[in-house]
């Protein structure tokens, strides 16, 4: 399923629940509140005097903790302990922006799946907001490994998730799980699916002050014998599990990814790790001018900048000003107004100025690169103007001039694209091409 131009979302009405954390036992009571577009997920622990906000964000994930085997997010001193299962609900769901109130330490565990979040905000009602949902889509192979435990992801226009759980225990030997997510996929076969850990790690969690909320109901304990206490959902549940928490920590990047992700053995600790280094691919690319993984969605116009995601190009040498009509991939009219403040009118013709030729190519150029960029098999690539064929001037373009570039893709291949050309001023033609780009991976931009 194709998440293209998914728009942001929020859920429709105020709603809460209360429990007890799996890890600290304590009780704990949460609100949680529709919030405005492009606001994010927030926290707010509403127990302590300051009342501190901590947003899901990279930046806020506590490595060290001092409550292992979840996922802690802390700010200004305040920690919330076990976000995972919550933040797995949001990501299947598709909720981006989301207020929630807490006055503890740590979310309630309620069932140990994510069925009762998700059932919560289902019929609290979720709620199509008018922006569009930010994601990252994995520009190049990327991976973790330790001890004996691995996460590698590759470039996917969808979240797939191959899992290999291999404990030593014969009921956990070797289970593989393979999914392709989408709200209905996760609802079904992800969120109902529980924590779990075998007996002797549950003792231990016990002797060491852990775990004081946990119980047979809400965690499969896994004994010589079997379950204890209680029976599985799937018969690879604890498999599932795994991913539904790998879902929960990814989502702390503050938007889904899209790749296709291979996991052996991993959990909380090597989740975070990938994290780290999506985080650093994503800032290399940003670095680059160009946010790789946009998307324009259902837009028919693509303003200045939506062009600067797509294009490398920056003052002075940016020559669109907007596109005002777009079918991706395929063809797109560009505006440029020429004013006497653009750079080259200071030694090109001063005293009578015109747009050179060259630049009006250019313009048209860019507004082509902009067409071909939106086609999704090219996400992540830089054009290059490489030949241009049956060009033709036909009237000057002066200062006040407004150039509309109408381009047209002829053909379109893995490797190259040709379009065809047109610029007019107030509806006669003034220049025309033929013109052929190449793609190379947009890493020939680093620095």
């Known amino acids: 399923m194709s998440l293209l131009g998914e728009k942001q979302k929020t859920i429709k009405e105020e709603c809460r629940v209360s429990g007890v954390g799996l890890h600290t036992g304590s009780s704990v009571n949460v609100v949680f509140k529709p919030s405005a577009e492009n606001t994010g997920i927030n926290f707010i622990r509403v127990d302590l005097p300051s009342r501190p906000v901590i947003k899901a964000d990279p930046a806020h994930v506590l490595v060290e903790t001092p409550v292992p085997r979840c996922t802690t997010i802390s700010y200004d001193g305040a920690m919330i302990h076990t976000v995972e299962h919550l933040m797995s609900v949001l990501r299947g769901l598709g909720i981006t922006n989301l207020l929630i109130e807490l006055d503890g330490n740590e979310l309630p565990g ?44 590759f470039p996917s226009d969808e979240l797939k998730i191959s ?111 990938l994290l780290k280094k999506i985080v650093e691919q994503k800032e290399k690319y940003s670095r680059k001018g160009i946010v790789v993984g946009y998307d324009i969605g259902d837009k028919k116009e693509i303003d200045i900048s939506d062009i600067m995601k797509i ?74 103007f490489m030949a241009t064929d049956n060009v033709k001037f036909r009237k000057v373009v002066t200062p006040g001039d407004q150039l509309m570039m109408e381009v047209e893709v002829v053909k379109d291949r893995t490797k190259i694209a040709q379009v065809h050309a047109v610029g007019k001023v107030n509806g006669e033609v003034v220049v025309e091409a033929d013109m052929i780009f190449s793609f190379t991976d947009a890493s020939y931009l680093d620095l």
């Not at 029976?231 to 690879?236: C, E, I, K, N, S």
């Not at 505006?335 to 060259?358: A, E, L």
């Open 110 to 153: 309620l069932d140990g799946s994510g069925a009762d979040y998700l059932n919560l905000f289902k019929k609290a009602g979720i709620k199509e907001q008018e922006a569009q949902a930010p994601f990252y889509r994995i520009q190049e192979p990327i991976g973790v490994e330790l001890s004996g435990s691995s996460i590698y992801v």
């Open 163 to 273: 899992y290999l759980l291999d404990y030593p225990h014969n009921m956990l030997r070797s289970q593989y799980f393979n999914i392709t997510i989408d709200p209905t996929i996760f609802e079904r076969e992800i969120a109902p699916c529980r924590t779990f850990c075998l007996e002797s790690e549950a003792n231990e969690l016990k002797a060491g002050g852990l775990g004081k909320g946990a119980n047979f109901k809400n965690t499969l304990v896994v004994g010589p014998g079997g379950v204890i206490d209680n029976q599985l959902r799937f018969p690879d549940e604890f498999a599932r599990h795994k991913i539904l928490d790998f879902i929960g920590d990814l989502y702390l990047l503050g938007m889904p990814i899209r790749g296709h992700v291979f996991a052996v053995k991993s959990g909380h600790a090597l989740n975070l790790r």
């Open 311 to 384: 294009l490398p190009h920056r003052y002075p040498f940016l020559l669109v000003d907007r596109v005002i009509e777009i079918e991706k991939g395929k063809k797109g009219i560009g505006i440029k107004n020429v004013t006497i403040n653009d750079s080259y009118f200071q030694g090109h013709f001063p005293t009578r100025p015109i747009m050179p030729g060259v630049l009006m190519i250019e313009a048209m150029a860019q507004t082509g690169g902009v067409v071909v960029l939106t086609n999704e098999d090219h996400r992540g690539k830089v054009a290059f």
